[in-house]
């Protein structure tokens, strides 16, 4: 029986997580599950790219994505949150 699920490496600013996702789920669950597991918040909301920066397709099934088991996933903010500040 082959296995329905894939090990995704989720990795954010707050930490790295490991998780099984079942295949059929989506790209938004994974960067759903991922924020609620980081307790992430701040304006702008995030985004979902492999670890070579491609963005991810949040409508698009795991199993329809470039992913294998044990691939990274990077949740980034989806605008820059670097707390630079203009000078005066």
Do not use: C
Not at 42 to 51: K, V
């Amino acid at each position: 029986m082959p296995d329905h699920k894939i090990h995704l490496d989720v990795r954010s600013t707050a930490g790295s997580w490991q998780h099984p996702f079942d295949r059929s789920e989506t790209a938004q669950t994974v960067l759903n599950e991922g924020i609620r597991h980081f307790h992430l918040q701040g304006p702008g909301g995030y985004i979902l790219t492999a670890q070579d920066g491609t963005d991810l397709p949040l409508s698009k099934s795991l199993a329809e994505l470039p992913l294998s088991d044990g691939s990274v996933v990077l949740i980034k903010a989806a605008q820059p949150q670097d707390g630079w500040l203009a000078p005066r």
